[in-house]
């Protein structure tokens, strides 16, 4: 995946405009882009939970 690269740059905190900007470069991806960018980010987070502790819970087993 490319990934395009925007830097902003603030001289002090403007909550207002970096959600502008992270909207922005939002907008300027393309579906697909966004779709993997969201796989990516799933994985990492599923990582670092296995890596906490936190794993998927047991399941419980119906019986016939």
């Given at each position: 995946m490319k990934k395009k690269q925007s830097i902003l740059?603030?001289?002090?905190?403007?909550e207002?405009?970096?959600l502008e900007f992270e909207l922005e470069y939002l907008r300027s991806l393309t579906v697909e882009e966004?779709?993997?960018m969201m796989i990516e980010?799933?994985?990492?987070?599923?990582?670092?939970?296995v890596e906490l502790g936190y794993r998927k819970p047991f399941e419980i087993?119906?019986?016939p």
């Open positions: 740059a603030l001289t002090e905190h403007d207002s405009k970096e966004r779709l993997e980010k799933s994985k990492e987070m599923l990582k670092q939970m087993v119906k019986r």
